[in-house]
């Protein structure tokens, strides 16, 4: 951490990323509904018409698919464009737009056009908002060659993602845990722009390594802490970029501790979980000592109530059974 910080939500830092690149680049300016005079439907952006006026905080029609078309046009002028989804849910609507067009018109013009702009928005559950506001796309965006795609734990990630994502000459999904809007956390002063593809090890073991990136990681501390006073020291990756992600702290890890486990609140079929275990496969098979671990979302449209929501995404518990099981040890 910098000399100088302060605390800060994460949605005041993600906030002040954005505010300090307007203020730095003229050429950066935000899109979508509710933004400007309400502020967000999640505040992320409150106040910041204030600053910078109606041209640079744009209050845009509930058409998702029209808005970010229109961002990609701006983006192929070199305007910096950063659009908010409400939720990442409505994407659906613009992922022609984001799929076709903004990922690949880099590649089409062999790289004499550019896309620099942001698509960010809450992503994944955990604030009872029912299976058509919860689904997590990292995976889904995650596919497709030509985008970035990022998911901030912690709110100085948040600040230093968003200043690394404005500036990227590419089109980046910027994916915010909406559960975490209000947690809060030490925020660096100044430039504090984080590189993608580099995970973070958050907490440092030799027992076994769990993974995970978003709010799992918050999860995940919590479980290792738990397993420690057990005496089993459990090593915690936050991949914070999944697209590209950071295979060689992975590996290193695995290599350390011999036993990993995977964790993502989506869905287990075609996961990112299932893409870091074959990483590992590949490149660390003969350093494990048992079979690596996913723990996943239920295979079900998440539920609106509050219990059988807790139900269907991983939970502490789920992750230290996993843990014991490749440490071989018994799971009561």
């Not at 309400?38 to 018409?49: A, E, K, V």
């Not at 947690?183 to 430039?191: A, I, L, R, S, Y």
């Not at 690596?292 to 789920?318: K, T």
């Amino acid at each position: 951490m910098a000399e100088s910080s302060e605390t800060r939500t994460y949605r005041e830092a993600l906030r002040a990323g954005m505010s300090e690149e307007m203020e730095r680049d003229e050429d950066v300016l935000l899109m979508g509904e509710d933004i400007g005079v309400y502020g967000g439907t999640h505040l992320i952006t409150d106040g910041l018409i204030d600053t910078f006026g109606p041209k640079r905080v744009m209050d845009t029609p509930i058409s998702e698919g029209g808005f970010t078309g229109a961002a990609i046009g701006m983006a192929m002028m070199g305007l910096k464009p950063v659009v908010e989804m409400m939720t990442w849910n409505f994407s659906f609507l613009a992922a022609d737009q984001i799929i076709q067009n903004a990922a690949k018109l880099r590649y089409f013009s062999g790289g004499q056009v550019q896309v620099p702009m942001v698509i960010r928005g809450p992503n994944g559950g955990g604030v009872q908002l029912s299976a058509q506001h919860t689904h997590s796309l990292e995976s889904f965006y995650g596919h497709f060659p030509g985008l970035k795609v990022v998911a901030p734990v912690t709110p100085n990630d948040a600040k230093g993602m968003m200043l690394t994502a404005i500036r990227d000459p590419n089109p980046i999904i910027f994916l915010e845990a909406g559960a975490l809007y209000g947690t809060k956390g030490e925020v660096e002063d100044g430039d504090n722009a984080v590189p993608f593809g580099q995970a973070r090890i958050a907490r440092e073991g030799s027992d076994v390594t769990l993974i995970s990136y978003g709010r799992q990681v918050n999860l995940l501390l919590r479980v290792a802490d738990t397993l420690a006073d057990e005496g089993i020291q459990a090593e915690v990756i936050d991949l914070r970029s999944l697209r590209p992600f950071d295979e060689k702290t992975i590996v290193e890890s695995v290599q350390k501790t011999h036993r990993a486990v995977v964790v993502q609140e989506q869905w287990k079929w075609f996961g990112v979980a299932s893409e870091v275990a074959a990483i590992i496969q590949e490149q660390a098979f003969d350093h494990l000592d048992a079979p690596v671990e996913r723990v996943s979302g239920a295979e079900v449209p998440a539920p609106y109530a509050r219990n059988l929501e807790i139900e269907a995404f991983p939970g502490e518990e789920q992750v230290a059974s996993a843990a014991k099981r490749v440490l071989y040890q018994e799971v009561v």
